[in-house]
């Protein structure tokens, strides 16, 4: 494969552990969405060969569970851009999501973030995403963000 090529693997099942490369760094995902002030709880996970590191955001006037799914991708997807990781195993326990990214047929409430995951995506030489069962999906830190956001927004 020559500097200019780069594999993009689509998988929508849980791939088997001994197909995956290696040297790739596996990504978890999770959000949680509360619709009452429409506030979202992102977080994940990312598994290197040095380690693992947890990450959490909080994220304001998200429109539905679905979007908050997208945009924990998202957001994942940038901070290994910033932590330079070149290749990475992607893996959700939101269906609609990874079937949003492997066929390229997104909900209209997804485009905007369908669009930002395809652009973070072509800086990585190689990068898959795959469903996995919710039970899989160790990632807690998203409920947690809730429930610390809920607890530190000041009255108004």
Known sequence: MNSQEKKITTTTQNPNPSSVATNCSVVNRDAAWRA???TAGL????????????????????????????LAMREALARCKE???KRLRCES???????????????????GIISDVCRFSSYFDEISFSWISREKNNVGQAKQ????????????
């Open 93 to 111: 326990d939101s269906a609609q999501l990874i079937k949003a990214l492997t066929s390229g047929e997104a909900q209209p409430e997804l485009y």
């Open 145 to 156: 963000c809730l429930v610390e956001e809920e607890v530190f927004v000041p009255g108004t």
């Open 36 to 38: 009452t002030n429409q």
């Open 43 to 70: 977080g994940w996970t990312v598994k290197t060969l040095e380690g693992t590191a947890e990450f959490t955001l909080t994220a304001r006037f998200v429109g539905s569970a679905l979007s908050a799914e997208g």
């Open 83 to 85: 932590r330079g990781l």
